[in-house]
């Protein structure tokens, strides 16, 4: 209950924040752009909810197939992701159009900055799951916390001078580095931190391997 709380108030604090310290015009352009990436969310829920199972049963077959397992989970979430924020990123302006009009083209800079969430958020999700396969629920917390942390701190240094914009780089912030924070005191986090340097250069791997 308490981390689904936590995380609830991490994905609105931005557009509490705008409202508080911005215009309605900022909050409508963030609400837009949200509105675009969030749905891309079920992505990584769906395939963590088919194939996770599967993994951990894995697990009793062996240590090193578990973790090649994971591993590649890892890195299918990761990159749909990144094929999903790059053209999110260059077609911001197009998309925000097509959704909801000229007249919320400010939504598409913000947009434009958010389309990299799934890249990080997906990867998160899948993460999620697996710190509770490993029991390390109290890790799991320590991350939202600090995630949104990390996330109110850049708000307030960044609203005032970027509006929404600035909104969308703090989320990005909290995204990112509530990991570089967390895993040098979480073995699990130093664990999944490696997984997702390995993840980064799969593709390069696989040229190599060719």
């Known amino acids: 209950m308490l981390m689904a709380v936590v995380v609830a108030i991490s994905q609105r604090i931005d557009q509490v924040m705008l409202g508080m310290m911005t215009s309605y015009r900022e909050v409508a352009a963030y609400a837009v752009a949200v509105r675009a990436v969030e749905v891309m969310y079920v992505i990584p829920t769906v395939v963590a909810t088919s194939v996770f199972p599967a993994i951990i049963t894995s697990r009793s077959l062996g240590e090193a197939g578990y973790r090649q397992k994971m591993q590649r989970l890892y890195a299918a979430v990761l990159w749909t992701g990144v094929a999903i924020a790059v053209p999110l990123s260059l077609l911001s302006g197009a998309i925000v159009t097509l959704m909801v009009g000229k007249s919320y083209a400010a939504a598409a800079p913000v947009l434009a900055i958010l389309a990299w969430m799934p890249a ?91």
């Open 120 to 210: 990080f958020m997906f990867f998160s999700i899948v993460r999620q799951r697996w710190l509770f396969a490993e029991n390390a629920l109290a890790t799991a917390m320590t991350l939202e916390i600090c995630a949104c942390a990390i996330n109110v701190t850049a708000n307030l240094l960044l609203i005032p001078s970027y509006g929404a914009r600035g909104a969308a780089i703090a989320a990005l912030t909290g995204a990112v580095g509530a990991t570089l924070v967390v895993a040098p005191f979480s073995r699990p986090i130093r664990q999944s931190l490696g997984m997702l340097l390995r993840a980064v250069s799969a593709p390069l791997r696989l040229i190599q391997s060719a």
